[in-house]
């Protein structure tokens, strides 16, 4: 609800703008800092309000718009809550940041709904992405509008200023010592695992940790990994690509049932169990020990530390590997905490595995580009990857909340899941829906999700699989209630 409304006054003139060109005229009763949040952030996309320009002082534009100024600081607190601009004293309110990418209000071309049309292939998820959608709620988005750009180029600035000239040559595939260094740092101080420096391995994000390992383990006569079911539909096609099978064990609402995985007979198992995907399970502290003695009678188990640095309403859960790390291969990222395309994050595996973990990755690129290593290990030495975390938390919390708040309003027969923690929420539903069918409809109207029923290979209750973390509070009751709608005209 706009919280800054016109007064009688306002209402019954017409003003303008010379910035933007902007017509109070257009905006909607009672909807004008709704209105003037979306111009703003609509110029900020295309480059016409670039960053570091600054937007016109409140009481300023206020004037020429003819509305209270109470309608423009609410805009522009909207902006700042976005992670788009920034109050500066008085430097006023400068833009430092462009949405992730420019929305488009064009009709989604019905192909693209095609993307649900037939079992999902190796392709499914590069279709999804660039389908052409006005709101985007898939899961697995952090917010990238919040990339801490000022601390990441002063972090860059002071790397730079003390690099040797010999630090732009080839060097060590395992990555570079000052970010082996500041991930065994991170890793001790959050998520309780005590490791060599010499021991992490820097990989290009989870997906290819994984692809590393296995190739390891088919080398070692493991051809099979149990894995969650739901779980991950990207992992499993991720594992299938190495030729290791994929047996599915059931999530519960305590996590993997770990009796159904010994009796599979798998010699290793792939999970999440910081905040599983897709559900959102923590793995309770009884299948912890039971998995732990799983493990210490020979099995492997593969822990992806799935979001587990965004927790909201729960205690820290330490990490597996902290327990048995003979027996755990550990994987991590900052795709979730700063961004995907940095493609920086780390392995930890058995000292059996290393060398051959090492020598993939020898083969695989010869390790990393060492700016961006050097770059992240100053801003987790600084404390800056830290206070970015805690904002982000805040950030989340609200969107979150907000995502809850729209699927209670609209869609009051679904059940939400997994609200505790993460970037995203699992959203079931009542009756015989099918969800594929609910998220093509969907992208017809301008809204990407994705089903539940993609990352099952058991049959599950039809569902869908939202992320938050991107998406200001407005835009998520938006898209919430586009699926609602979506959900009333399914046949």
């Known amino acids: 609800m706009d919280r800054a409304k016109p007064s009688a006054v306002e209402g019954s003139i017409t003003a303008g703008a010379d910035f933007l060109q902007l017509d109070v005229g257009q905006a909607p009763p009672g909807g004008r800092a709704d209105w003037l949040a979306g111009r703003l952030r609509a110029a900020i996309a295309d480059g016409r309000v670039p960053v570091g320009a600054r937007l016109p002082a409140s009481r300023v534009l206020a004037a020429e718009l003819g509305v209270s100024r109470g309608v423009v600081t609410e805009a522009y607190q909207r902006l700042t809550e976005d992670g788009h601009v920034v109050g500066r004293g008085r430097a006023g309110t400068v833009v430092v940041a462009t949405p992730a990418a420019v929305v488009s209000r064009l009709p989604v071309p019905p192909a693209r709904a095609e993307v649900f049309a037939d079992q999902p292939g190796t392709d499914v998820f590069d279709a999804l992405r660039t389908a052409v959608a006005e709101l985007d709620l898939t899961p697995g988005v952090p917010d990238l509008a919040a990339f801490p750009r000022a601390a990441w180029l002063r972090a860059e600035r002071a790397v730079l200023h003390r690099l040797a000239p010999a630090a732009f040559g080839y060097g060590d595939p395992t990555g570079t010592p000052a970010l082996r260094l500041a991930v065994a740092t ?51 096609q991720h594992l299938r690509n190495w030729r290791l099978d994929t047996p599915p064990v059931p999530v519960d609402e305590h996590g993997l049932r770990v009796d159904l995985l010994a009796a599979s007979g798998a010699p290793a198992v792939m999970l999440t169990p910081a905040h599983q995907f897709p559900t959102g399970v923590v793995l309770d502290g009884e299948r912890r020990r039971r998995l732990l003695r799983w493990a210490d009678r020979g099995g492997l188990v593969i822990e992806d530390d799935y979001d587990a640095e965004h927790r909201y309403d729960r205690p820290p859960v330490p990490a597996l590997r902290g327990m048995l790390p003979d027996r755990v291969c550990y994987a991590g990222s900052v795709s979730k905490l700063l961004a995907p395309a940095l493609r920086l994050g780390w392995m930890l595996v058995p000292r059996r595995y290393h060398p051959a973990l090492v020598a993939a990755k020898r083969m695989a690129d010869l390790g990393n580009a060492a700016l961006p290593q050097l770059v992240l290990a100053e801003l987790m030495d600084s404390g800056a990857l830290e206070r970015h975390l805690r904002l982000l938390r805040r950030r989340h919390v609200r969107r979150r909340d907000a995502m809850i708040r729209a699927v209670r309003a609209h869609l009051p027969g679904a059940v939400v899941h997994g609200a505790a923690a993460g970037l995203h929420l699992l959203v079931t539903l009542d009756g015989d829906v099918d969800d594929v069918a609910l998220a093509a409809a969907a992208l017809r109207s301008g809204v990407k999700v994705q089903p539940l029923s993609w990352h099952g290979q058991r049959p599950q209750p039809p569902g869908l699989v939202l992320g938050y973390a991107a998406n200001p509070t407005g835009d998520i009751e938006r898209g919430i209630a586009t699926l609602a709608a979506a959900l009333r005209d399914l046949p």
Do not use: F
């Not at 005590?194 to 493991?222: F, K, N, T, W």
């Open 186 to 236: 991170w890793l001790a101080r959050n998520r309780g695992i005590r490791v060599d420096p010499a021991e992490v391995v820097i990989v290009a994000g989870v997906s290819q940790g994984l692809g590393l390992l296995a190739q390891v383990l088919h080398e070692d006569g493991v051809h099979t990994v149990a894995v969650e079911d739901p779980g991950s539909l990207g992992v499993r």
